[in-house]
């Protein structure tokens, strides 16, 4: 028969158990929302860029290029861009 501090102590890690388990639900709903957001700006920003005819590498927000702040290859690909220019090369968008 368990002593009464193991059944205390059974008790601790299931609570702990329950307690890490909707930290991760709570990390994980906060994590949806976020990148809905992220979904939903873009798709406004890419519906604006089409209505106005105008293509990703020329946006810019506050004098940045969206161009210039996509810098690997596979997401500058979803955009049809090239590969950025490496380190010390001059950039052609300036």
């Known amino acids: 028969m368990a002593t009464k501090i193991e059944q205390l102590q059974k008790k601790k890690a299931a609570i702990e158990k329950a ?3 909707e930290r991760t639900k709570a990390k994980s709903a906060q994590k949806r929302q976020d990148d809905r957001r992220k979904v939903l700006v873009g ?3 890419l519906e604006q860029l089409q209505k106005n005819g105008l293509d990703s590498a020329s946006f810019t ?3 940045k290029k969206f161009s210039e702040w996509l810098t690997r290859e ?3 690909a979803l955009f ?3 590969a950025p220019p490496q380190q010390g090369e001059k950039n052609d968008l300036v």
Do not use: H, K, M, T
């Open 19 to 21: 307690i890490a388990l």
């Open 43 to 45: 798709a406004f920003v």
């Open 61 to 63: 927000y506050e004098g």
């Open 74 to 76: 596979d997401e500058r």
């Open 80 to 82: 049809g861009l090239s």
